[in-house]
């Protein structure tokens, strides 16, 4: 049994903390009013991210919902605007209705297939014409990589496609790239190249990238100067933000490069899940390419997500040390969803073969399972 062991709370790739390099730059930055557009931390972000991306300009924005909101009030910015997108995407499901209600935008969710793209012949089948009864299809989101298909990454040939599609029928093309960089690690491509075809695409600083707060947007001179009117707009406007794009910058210069190294993480924890061999949990293998890991839980098994969610937020490390037992000597339910460079230093307990993580999700089908003497093989993983 492990003599050592720690929690590791792989709930969401949000839940990190900064690191030390991250809070040290934070506490030295230079500040300014970034409303005035004179904070130097908040410019040479948006300058690096301009340039990564492959972009005219990028504007730091407060979070990653903010981000997609403001990408479709700029373009979808007729009345009577359509926005075209997966119906697994965040920007539909989960982003609270911002477009409809906040854009005046019409969104139509196309079915997403479950490595995260669409049926092309769908997507142009569904962009409508000039007929004056119809909504004007003005614009098309994708997600890269893809959070409910299991963080999958959207093959480039499709995008591709996309965009020749975009561009043939007048739509302005949106990436969510909150996860863009994890995308651009496994295919071994820049980002510049997987948005190269976009019109607008936002990254995100705090989801698998650690940072502790923050978004950017990016795309022409024109659309982020329209982008900084709407952020003024939503209040999004956070004067000296060059104390969070500090950090942000940190989590580029540091976090980008370990990526490979958190997807092989991920990687090991489902496969050794897999291996357990349990009907009730499974993992699609195929699907496992970046930082999250989905486990299915059979529709069958008594046991539900949420209630797993509930047992795993109260993981202690003394449940861990004493042998991954609770009180009632019960199995303590462990696992997993997304994982992070800084969130998951506990992985290199892996060789002591007792690895118990946290992890929350609140889709039905997916979930968490005991690893207690999972994972025993000695990983190298520096
Ligand atoms: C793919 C994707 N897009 C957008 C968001 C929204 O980001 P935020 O929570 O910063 O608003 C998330 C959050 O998890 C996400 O996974």
Redesign the pocket.
């Known amino acids: 049994m492990a003599t050592t062991s720690q929690v590791v709370d792989l709930r969401s790739d949000?839940v990190t903390k900064p690191t030390e390099s991250m809070k040290k730059a934070m506490i030295t930055a230079a500040i300014g009013d970034d409303v005035y557009g004179e904070d130097p931390t908040t410019n040479v972000l948006q300058q690096k991210i301009a340039e990564l991306l492959g972009k005219e300009a990028a504007l730091f924005v407060p979070?990653?919902?903010?981000a997609?909101l403001i990408a479709i009030m700029v373009h979808c910015n007729k009345r009577g605007a359509e926005m075209l997108c997966g119906d697994k995407s965040?920007?539909f499901k989960?982003?609270s209705g911002g477009g409809s209600h906040l854009a005046g935008t019409l969104t139509t969710a196309l079915k997403n297939l479950p490595d995260g793209t669409f049926d092309i012949k769908e997507l142009e089948n569904h962009v409508r014409g000039t007929d004056i009864h119809e909504p004007i299809t003005m614009m098309l989101a994708v997600?890269n990589t893809h959070?409910a298909c299991g963080g999958r990454v959207i093959p480039l040939d499709w995008l591709d496609k996309v965009a020749t599609i975009c561009k043939k029928h007048g739509l302005l093309l949106h990436m969510?790239g909150?996860?863009l960089f994890n995308a651009s690690e496994y295919l071994r491509e820049e980002p510049a190249r997987l948005v190269r075809d976009c019109d607008s695409v936002s990254v995100?600083f705090?989801?698998s990238l650690g940072a502790p707060v923050g978004?950017a947007l990016a795309g022409t001179r024109r659309f982020i100067e329209q982008a900084r009117r709407m952020r003024k707009m939503l209040g999004g406007g956070m004067r000296q933000s060059g104390v969070l794009a500090a950090a942000a910058l940190v989590a580029l210069e540091e976090t980008v490069p370990s990526l490979y190294a958190d997807h092989k993480r991920a990687l090991y924890l489902a496969k050794a899940i897999n291996d357990l061999k349990l009907s009730t949990f499974t993992i699609n293998m195929e699907s496992q390419q970046t930082n999250i890991v989905n486990v299915h839980i059979d529709p069958k098994c008594t046991v539900t997500s949420s209630k797993v969610v509930e047992r795993l937020a109260v993981v202690t490390s003394l449940e861990i040390t004493s042998g991954c037992k609770t009180d009632n000597n019960e199995d303590i339910l462990s696992l997993l969803k997304a994982s992070n460079a800084h969130s998951i230093q506990g992985w290199r307990w892996l060789s002591d073969g007792c690895l118990v993580a946290v992890w929350w999700l609140s889709g039905s089908s997916q979930a968490y399972m005991p690893l207690k003497n999972a994972i025993n093989e000695n990983v190298e993983l520096t």
């Open positions: 949000t979070s990653g919902t903010m997609n965040h920007i989960r982003e997600e959070n969510d909150s996860r995100c705090s989801k978004s």
